[in-house]
C-alpha cells in the first residue's frame, strides 16, 4: 500500500532519512499526477534544507531514472558521455563527441538549453543552417550506432520525473540542492545506458557554483552516486573565473569549437577536451594513461579527423555548415592601463542574454549571430584605450550592453595575487567501478 505523502514529507522535513520504498512511492506518484505539484515542491524544499545521503541519492536518482524509457544498444561499443554543469564560454561538448568518436567509442550526448547565464549546447547547434536537435529516441540509438556520436535533445520519454520536477524547482527556490542536482543530471545522462562518464564540475563567477568547496562536494556526489549505480565515473572540477576561450555566445562558439576541431583554436578548450576525453579512454581501457590518452586525442584534433567526424554528425542532422555570421563587432576598450584583476562571469553572461544570445523567458528567441569575444585573460597587461572585449551585436543594441561588459572586467594600476591566471583544471576526481579501468586522482596533477 502506498504511503500518504505528507507523512514522506514529515519525515524529511524533521531531518530523517527516507526509504527507498518511500523514494519510489513519491515520485511514482508525482510522475503519474497522483501526487500534487505543491506537494512534490514542499518535500523538494525539505530535501533542500535537510539533505539527503548517499543511498537517498542513489534511490532518487534511480526512481527518476525508472520513471520514463532508456537507450538500448545493439553493439557492444562502449557507450560514453560527458556533462558539465555550465559555464560560461564552455563549447567542449561541441569537440569531445566527435574526437571520442574517432577512438572506438560511441557517445549519445543529449544535452540542454542554455539555464542562467550560462550557454546551452542545443542553442549552440542551432546557429548552424538547418541543424536538427530534436530526434527521436530510435533515430539517436541508430545515429549514435552507425556514426559514433550524436547530439541533441532530451525526448518526453527520457526521465519525465525530472522534467516535471526541474520545472518546480526553478520556481520555488530549490535548484541549488547537491541531491536534486544530482538525481536531475544523473537521471537524464544513465538514461543513456552509458559504460563511463566524465563530469566537469565548474567553479567560479562564470559558472552554476560560485564556490570551489560546494562544487568539489557536487564533484564527490555525482562521482560516488555514478559509481554505485554502475557507471564508470571520474569528474574535473574547473576554474571559471573567465571565460574558456576566446567567443561567449551561440555561433561565435561553434567558430571557435570548428577551430580546435581543426587543430587550433584556444589552448584551454584544446586542453579541457583534452583532458575530460583522457578520462574516458582510460575508463574503458583505451589508452594505458592519461599522458597516452592526451596524446592520441590530440593527434584526431590534428590530423583533421574529428573535424570530419563532427562534419558527418552535422551533415546526418540537415545541418549546413558553416554556422551563421557572427553581428557587426563592436569593441569595449580599456578605461586606463594596467592589469586585469578580475572577469566578473555573471556579468558577461548578463551581457550576453541583453544582446539577445540568452533568453528572459522561455519562450525567448535566441538570436544566434550576436556575443562577445574575450580580449583579455586574467592577469594580462591592457593599456589604456586598447580593446579588452568585442562585442557582437545587432544595431541600436551595442550601447545599452556596453556598461554592463566594462563593468565586468577590472583593470587596475598594479597586478595582485587574486588575478595572476589561475589553473583551469584544479583536481580530478576519480572513482573505479567495479575495479575496472580508472586512473588514480593523485596520478598526475
Ligand atoms: N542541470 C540539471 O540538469 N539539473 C540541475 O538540477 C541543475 C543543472
Redesign the pocket.
Known sequence: MAMIPAEIIARKRDGLPLSEAAIADFVGGFTRGEIADYQMAALAMAIFLRGMDVGETVALTQQMLSSGDVLSWATDTPKVDKHS?GGLGDKTSLVLAPLLACCDLQVPMIS?RA?GITGGTLDKLEAIPGFRTDLTLAEIQSQTERLGCVMCGATAELAPADRKL?AL?DVTAT?ESIP??TA??LS?KLAESLDSLVLDVKFGSGA?MRDIGRARQLAETLVGVSRQMGVKSAALLTDMNQPLGRMVGNAVEVHEAVAVLQGDGPADVRELVCALGAELLVAERLAADRVAADSRLQTLLDNGQAYERFAGMVAAQHGRLPAVAAAAAHDVLAPHAGYVVSIDGRLLGQAVIQLGGGRKLMTDRVDPAVGLEMQVRLGQRVERGEPVVRMFARPGSASAVEALVRQAITVEPAATAESAAPPLIVDIIAADAGGSGFADVEESL
Request: proline share 0%.
Open positions: 554543469t540542454g539555464l526541474y524547482r535548484v536534486l542536482i536531475s543530471i537524464k552554476f
